[in-house]
């Protein structure tokens, strides 16, 4: 499985399999259905990762997108040193190494474009994705109580960060 830069060309992919992702699990931000399904969003996500200071990475076989991985650096000059990290990898291909693959590219692009401090949430039920960044040098760094509301139930999310100092 391919891990690289998100091309242009993969707007319409991307978004199949973003919408796909949205159906399949209860662990990302938006539900099914809830996403935009206008390309042009997404061709802007991926202009912004060409000409900005963001990374969007992508996994598959040809026009096969099954996963991304997203890093969006902050703006403003206090924070500019991090980045926001947003995972998704499709059910079906989950376990096969794709994550760690993204990490290892992310690793590269922090030292590259000098970020210190990547952060990200991820639901406290999901110990799969918890293990993965924690096996990737993330960090616990607290809990967001009752952050988000899937299926009529408040649900927790561990506070993440990994830092290069």
């Known amino acids: 499985m391919v891990v690289r830069k998100a091309k242009l060309e993969d707007a319409n992919n991307l978004l199949s399999m973003l919408l796909a992702l949205d159906k399949e699990t209860k662990y990302m931000l938006l539900e099914p259905d809830e996403r935009n399904n206008d ?12 000409n900005g200071g963001n990374l969007l990475l992508v996994s598959g076989e040809g026009n096969n997108i099954v996963g991304f991985l997203s ?79 899937v299926d009529g139930e408040y649900v927790d999310e561990f506070y993440m960060a990994k830092l290069y100092l």
């Open 39 to 50: 390309v042009s969003r997404v061709e802007g996500m991926i202009q912004q990762s060409i």
């Open 71 to 149: 890093a969006q650096r902050g703006i403003l000059k206090r924070i500019n040193h991090t980045a926001y990290i947003v995972v998704g990898i499709r059910e079906f291909q989950r376990g096969k190494g794709i994550g760690s693959k993204f990490f290892s590219e992310l690793d590269l692009w922090a030292k590259e474009n000098s970020i210190i401090r990547l952060e990200l949430t991820v639901m406290c039920p999901n110990i799969v994705a918890k293990h993965l960044y924690e096996k990737n040098g993330f960090e616990v760094e607290g809990i967001k109580k009752k952050s988000m509301l």
